[in-house]
């Protein structure tokens, strides 16, 4: 049983890829990172002794912080936030503990360099619509929170990516793209070893509607529909990231949780 400060592994997944996610902090000592230097979804390292540091971006915030085994290291660290007023978890068996259940891990190796701010930066082509809007998503909740993305003419992407030491995706001939028939999602999901049932199955629905292969999904052309219409509500691309942020949001829940609910007309007998 898990004690009044910790949360289990299970219920921490549940949490993971969703807006209302607690910020995940990865304390781990550089050797213990250094014998499996791979993340916990949407984790981002931090120093067990700087904790103080921590209280701008904890301010109304929530946080889980794991060590490798769950004891002395987050739980001081913790203990510390707390003490600041600041609502802190740990992580029932820490690292190990979620490596064990099998749960899913980034390939931290696979993340570009961050900047000084401690961001790693993208950029793409502007106006985007499916892939450009689900990769972004993809990156800012599981791989990192902090991620910040940049639109600019399709001519200048890989200039703009030179000056200003950014990551291309999602354009032709780089590391970031479409492989064969599979689209720039599923390039992510296999490179940052994030393939599980939910993130599947919606990569399934973004290759349908980016791809318009509408037949390997019959939600793909509801995706497209709203993508299209969401690229034609906003003029600023950052202020349609924001919002497409929400549309997989659902999409991921429904992934997750929903796809087996039908809803109809006139509600059966009994129906909740």
Same mark, same amino acid.
């Given at each position: 049983?898990?004690?009044?400060?910790?949360?289990?592994?299970?219920?921490?997944?549940?949490?993971?890829?969703?807006?209302?996610?607690?910020?995940?902090?990865?304390?781990?000592?550089?050797?213990?990172?250094?014998?499996?230097?791979?993340?916990?979804?949407?984790?981002?390292?931090?120093?067990y002794r700087d904790t103080d540091a921590l209280?701008?971006?904890?301010?109304?915030?929530?946080?889980?912080?794991?060590?490798?085994?769950?004891?002395?290291?987050?739980?001081?660290?913790?203990?510390?936030?707390?003490?600041?007023?600041?609502?802190?978890?740990?992580?029932?068996?820490?690292?190990?503990?979620?490596?064990?259940?099998?749960?899913?891990?980034?390939?931290?190796?696979?993340?570009?360099?961050?900047?000084?701010?401690?961001?790693?930066?993208?950029?793409?082509?502007?106006?985007?619509?499916?892939?450009?809007?689900a990769c972004p998503w993809l990156i800012r909740r599981f791989v990192d929170p902090h991620a910040?993305?940049?639109?600019?003419?399709?001519?200048?992407?890989?200039?703009?990516?030179?000056?200003?030491?950014?990551?291309?995706?999602?354009?032709?001939?780089?590391?970031?793209?479409?492989?064969?028939?599979?689209?720039?999602?599923?390039?992510?999901?296999?490179?940052?070893?994030?393939?599980?049932?939910?993130?599947?199955? %919606? &990569?399934?629905?973004?290759?349908?509607?980016?791809?318009? +292969?509408? /037949? !390997? @999904?019959?939600?793909? #052309? $509801? =995706? %497209? &529909?709203?993508?299209?219409?969401?690229?034609?509500?906003? +003029?600023? /691309? !950052? @202020?349609?990231?924001? #919002? $497409? =942020?929400?549309?997989?949001?659902?999409?991921?829940?429904?992934?997750?949780?929903?796809?087996?609910?039908?809803?109809?007309?006139?509600?059966?007998?009994?129906?909740?």
């Amino acid at each position: 049983m898990a004690s009044p400060t910790e949360i289990t592994p299970a219920q921490l997944v549940r949490l993971i890829g969703t807006p209302n996610a607690p910020v995940l902090i990865d304390v781990r000592t550089d050797e213990d990172f250094a014998g499996d230097p791979r993340p916990i979804p949407g984790a981002v390292r931090h120093h067990y002794r700087d904790t103080d540091a921590l209280l701008p971006v904890l301010a109304g915030r929530s946080a889980v912080l794991y060590c490798q085994k769950g004891f002395k290291i987050s739980q001081g660290a913790a203990a510390l936030l707390r003490a600041r007023g600041i609502t802190a978890e740990t992580l029932q068996g820490g690292q190990f503990g979620w490596r064990d259940a099998g749960l899913p891990m980034v390939t931290a190796s696979k993340l570009p360099k961050p900047n000084a701010q401690g961001e790693t930066l993208w950029v793409t082509r502007h106006r985007p619509k499916v892939d450009r809007i689900a990769c972004p998503w993809l990156i800012r909740r599981f791989v990192d929170p902090h991620a910040q993305f940049l639109f600019v003419e399709p001519s200048q992407v890989m200039v703009v990516a030179e000056k200003f030491d950014a990551t291309p995706f999602d354009v032709e001939d780089v590391f970031w793209s479409h492989r064969g028939d599979r689209c720039t999602f599923d390039t992510m999901l296999d490179e940052f070893g994030l393939s599980f049932d939910a993130l599947d199955r %919606l &990569a399934t629905l973004v290759r349908g509607a980016d791809t318009n +292969r509408h /037949d !390997l @999904a019959p939600e793909a #052309a $509801g =995706l %497209l &529909a709203v993508s299209l219409g969401l690229s034609r509500m906003y +003029r600023d /691309d !950052l @202020a349609q990231l924001e #919002a $497409g =942020l929400g549309l997989y949001d659902a999409f991921y829940r429904w992934a997750r949780d929903a796809t087996s609910e039908t809803h109809t007309w006139p509600t059966p007998s009994g129906a909740g």
